[in-house]
Each structure stands twice: as C-alpha cells, then as structure tokens.
C-alpha cells in the first residue's frame, strides 16, 4: 500500500505535491487508515468488544488540520528550545511545561482558528504519578451529577458549573445564530465561521483546564471516588443534551477514571439502574422523588421522618454502593 499510494503517487503531476512534505506523515496516515480498518473488520468478526465500528470515512472537512512525525522522521527538539520538523525547518514553540523524557512522537494541529500546537507523546514510568495514600476512611466520597450543580461531593460539597462556560455558551448561540443569517459563499459568512471556531476553541480550552483542575482536587483529598454510570458518551453524542454541561461532565468523569487509575486512587461506577435518588439513606425505603414530576424537588421528607437534600442525599447512596462494590469485588474499574 505504502507503494502504491505514496511511493507512485508522488510521481503523477497531481500529487506532486505529496513530495512537500516529510514521507513519514504519509505514512503515519497510512497508519491510520490501517487501524481504522482493523478495528472495523474486528467489529464486523465480534472479536472487538464495545460499541460497534463502521468502516473509516474521509476526514469530515472541520477544520482541524493534523500531521504526524515520529521518531524515525527526525524530529528534534534543539537546545535553544526550538522544533526541529524535517522539510519544515526550526520552529519557535511556547513550552506549556518540560519534557519529562524523550517524546516518541509529535503532532501538529492547525486549528480552524489559524492557531498551530504541537502534542508530544511520551512514555512515563508506571506509578510515575502516584500519590500518597490517605488512610483516613472519610476520605472517600461518592459524585452525584445534581440538576443544578455541575457535582455533589461527600458532605453536600458542592462543585458549581463554572460562571465561563455558561457565559462562553450564550456567546456561542449568539455566534451561530448569526452565521446561519450570512449568505452563503460571502466574505461575512467566512468571518462568522471563524468566530463561530474561536468561541468552539475558547470553550475547549477553559472547559479542559477547569476540569483537569477538579479533577486532581478530588483525587488529592480522596483515597476513593464512586461515581454514577450515566453513560454520559451517549447523551452528549445525543441531539437532546449536548449542553456543555453535560458534555463536560462525561469528560469529567473519563478524566477522573484515568487520573484515579495513574495515581493509585480507587474507582468505581454503579450502575445507573441503582436508584441513588428514590433511596432513604437513613432508613433504605424508595421514598425519594422520581420521575419528571421530582425533578424539581430539591428537599424531601421519608416516612422514616428523616429529611433530605437530593443531591447530598445521592451522593451517600451512590458512596455506600461503590463501597459494597469495591468490597464484594464487583467494581468494573
Ligand atoms: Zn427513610
């Protein structure tokens, strides 16, 4: 194939222009097309597991551009703190942090807003990252995703959605609105797009950062994190909840699992049938409000007597259930 499509490719005057760049980004795209087919053909077999594979489609035109360079293509990182890239040349980069060892490979994205990053993977050594571990046993607690706040934690902590991103949304409606009033093919309508792209970009960015933040927050005060499976991958791919805080919380909860993972923490997911809303944490009776009609009801009386807040009332029974998990080995972490 690489012969084929890169090799012979290059000498038909159309594609002449494939020789401008570093044979290696040919090559990891061919690579990339490889996996993407496997995959598919592992998918169809049954012998890859999860949500089913199509076949690889043409890259969808966001945008985002993106090239590949690995090791055996020479890339170097010079000592006056420049990007060597092979027939590109030394580029000037703003370090966001140091490299901890040699990266094996780099990536370099073009965003639809004109701005370039260059990614680096790189190999770190297993607990690398651990943290010490707490043996106090208050600190564990559960998430419960609430309806009016981005998480509540053990206690009735609450983690706000974050003023920017609400802000950054209407900004994007705004935008979007706008652009579908352009006609088409006009310069004002390039403009729109653009603005549309910078206001993707900027929630992107602030949105990631925040949640890295949370995240370790979390993972420093607690010795184990229980969360609710709401199968967030489908809702926020869904055309009914795509609000960026749904969206956020699945990337939320992706982050803290990995994170849990590398610095030793324990994780766990119950189920998200486990009525954590309708259960009575002081008495165990289905009391709790359910359904439509209960999503409004903020504060709630048992028959127990017992009075609850919704959320921090979750958040025990969703801690005690990933205790009972993780104790009876049933955690799928
Ligand atoms: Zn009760």
């Given at each position: 194939m690489s012969k084929a499509l890169i090799t012979e490719a290059k000498r038909h005057p159309d594609r002449a222009w494939l020789a401008e760049v570093s044979f290696t980004v040919l090559q990891q795209s061919l690579r990339d097309v490889d996996r993407a087919y496997n995959n598919f053909f592992a998918s169809l077999s049954g012998k890859r597991q999860g949500a089913r594979v199509g076949p690889p489609r043409f890259k969808r035109r966001s945008g985002t551009q993106s090239i590949r360079f690995t090791r055996g293509a020479a890339f170097r990182i010079l000592d006056n703190g420049r990007l060597r890239l092979p027939k590109i040349g030394a580029l000037k980069v703003a370090w966001s942090r140091d490299m901890p060892s040699d990266p094996s490979s780099v990536t370099v994205l073009k965003t639809p807003t004109g701005k370039y990053y260059a990614s680096f993977v790189i190999a770190v050594a297993d607990g690398a990252q651990k943290l010490e571990p707490l043996d106090d046993s208050d600190t564990e607690t559960g998430v419960d995703h609430g309806l009016a706040h981005f998480a509540v934690l053990r206690g009735g902590r609450v983690v706000e959605s974050p003023r920017f991103l609400r802000t950054l949304e209407r900004k994007l409606k705004r935008a979007q609105r706008a652009l579908a009033g352009k006609t088409k093919g006009s310069a004002n309508r390039v403009k729109a797009r653009v603005k549309v792209a910078k206001i993707h970009e900027d929630i992107k960015y602030a949105r990631s950062d925040w949640i890295n933040k949370q995240v370790i927050g979390i993972l420093r005060e607690n010795q184990a994190v229980y969360v609710e499976d709401l199968h967030v991958k489908g809702l926020a791919r869904g055309r009914s909840a795509k609000s960026v805080h749904d969206a956020s919380f699945g990337m939320f909860l992706a982050r803290l699992e990995s994170k849990a993972q590398r610095t030793g923490r324990t994780f766990a997911r119950v189920d998200r049938c486990f009525p954590s809303t309708r259960?009575?944490?002081?008495?165990?009776?289905?009391?709790g409000p359910r359904g439509l009609e209960g999503l409004n009801i903020r504060m709630w009386e048992c028959e127990c007597g017992a009075v609850h807040d919704r959320d921090r009332n979750a958040e025990i029974n969703i801690r005690r259930e990933g205790q009972r998990l993780v104790a009876a080995g049933q955690a799928d972490t």
């Open positions: 259960l009575c944490s002081e008495c165990g009776a289905l009391t």
